[in-house]
């Protein structure tokens, strides 16, 4: 049921944030191989990045740490209010607009808003398909400059919650989180058709990979050496 009180849903929002934030609290975060170094909220001088994650994983990264330096893109449709109030909630601060709708306008406001700030996106929304990369997030790029660092993340033990099109899934307490974060992939400006379908091909497989070393991570060392960036065949 869908609440329509905007103070009820805000005490509900504060409640949920509340209960998650104690849940990652003992929780112990695990940042594979250089990760760290790259992520939403570490120190990356003055270079601000598009963060793709998927949306049944946004869990992790919103509650990973204190000190984000970072805000999300979200949908302009009216059921993204409830994600807009837990974000806020959480202390994240939330944009709502469109990677692909507004053309070059559009993309000058939205970055005005982000201004020293990373952007986390969902690729996959805002209704899917699940985990099919979407070309928004690579028309923003070329559009802005800023590299896209794919993500993936997992848990040792975890809660998944089944929706219309996707999951969420919520770490169990005293779980232990990892945290994949790929290189950044620069996208080149004026992008012709093609190379906007080629880009968005390639984070897609750089997301894939990541998910496929995340499952790994369990019963091996995965190194994220060998995430190099094929370079794109010239014209």
Not at 36 to 59: I, K, M, N
């Amino acid at each position: 049921m869908k609440i329509q009180s905007p103070a009820l849903l805000s005490l509900v929002n504060k409640l949920i944030v509340f209960i998650l934030r104690m849940i990652t609290k003992t929780t112990r975060f695990e940042f594979v191989d250089d990760s760290l170094v790259r992520c939403p909220f570490a120190e990356t001088g003055s270079e601000r990045f598009l963060y793709s994650v998927w949306h049944d994983s946004v869990v992790a990264p919103i509650f990973g740490a204190s000190g984000h330096q970072t805000v999300a893109l979200i949908s302009q449709h009216r059921d993204a209010d409830t994600i807009e109030e837990m974000l806020k909630a959480a202390g994240l601060g939330a944009i709502r607009g469109s990677t692909s709708r507004g053309g070059a306008s559009a993309v000058k406001k939205l970055l005005k808003q982000a201004e020293g700030k990373h952007v986390v996106i969902t690729p996959d929304g805002p209704r899917g398909p699940h985990h099919k990369m979407k070309p928004g997030i690579i028309f923003l790029a070329s559009h802005s400059g800023r590299s896209v660092v794919p993500t993936a993340f997992t848990a040792t033990r975890y809660w998944e919650f089944k929706g219309s099109w996707t999951s969420i899934w919520i770490p169990k307490p005293f779980s232990k989180i990892y945290f994949l974060v790929g290189h950044p992939i620069h996208v080149p400006e004026d992008l012709s058709r093609e190379e906007l379908k080629y880009y968005t091909e390639l984070v897609q497989e750089k997301m894939e990979e990541l998910e496929r070393k995340a499952k790994l991570v369990f019963t091996e060392k995965v190194s994220l050496a060998d995430d190099s960036i094929p370079l794109k065949n010239a014209a």
